[in-house]
């Protein structure tokens, strides 16, 4: 079994959105920052997919963030990314 070692999880853990996840490869990006949008980014486009407006638009006035690990963790540790909104 091949198992890349750039590949992380990236999850929402929020009352509304908790348990939205995401698969990345960190190549890709240089900050929490870029991983945060990137996750945003992919649950607006399921949100728009699947027509739940209200969900789309209490997420485009939500404060997502990550907080628990720095892109150095990041890039060094495969766990999960959590993204919050509750701080």
């Known amino acids: 079994m091949d198992i890349n070692p750039y590949l992380r999880i990236v999850e929402g ?4 959105y908790g348990g939205f ?10 900050s929490v920052e ?3 949008e990137a996750w945003k980014n992919d ?3 399921v ?3 699947y027509n739940f407006i209200d969900l789309l638009n ?5 404060n ?4 628990t690990q720095s ?3 990041i890039l060094t540790d495969s766990k999960v990314i959590y993204v919050c909104d509750s701080c």
């Open 13 to 16: 853990s929020s009352r509304v």
């Open 21 to 30: 996840r995401i698969q990345i490869d960190i190549r890709h990006y240089d």
């Open 34 to 36: 870029e991983i945060t």
């Open 43 to 45: 649950l607006e486009n």
């Open 47 to 49: 949100l728009k997919k």
């Open 58 to 62: 209490t997420m485009k006035t939500t």
């Open 64 to 67: 997502f963030h990550i907080h």
């Open 71 to 73: 892109i150095e963790e």
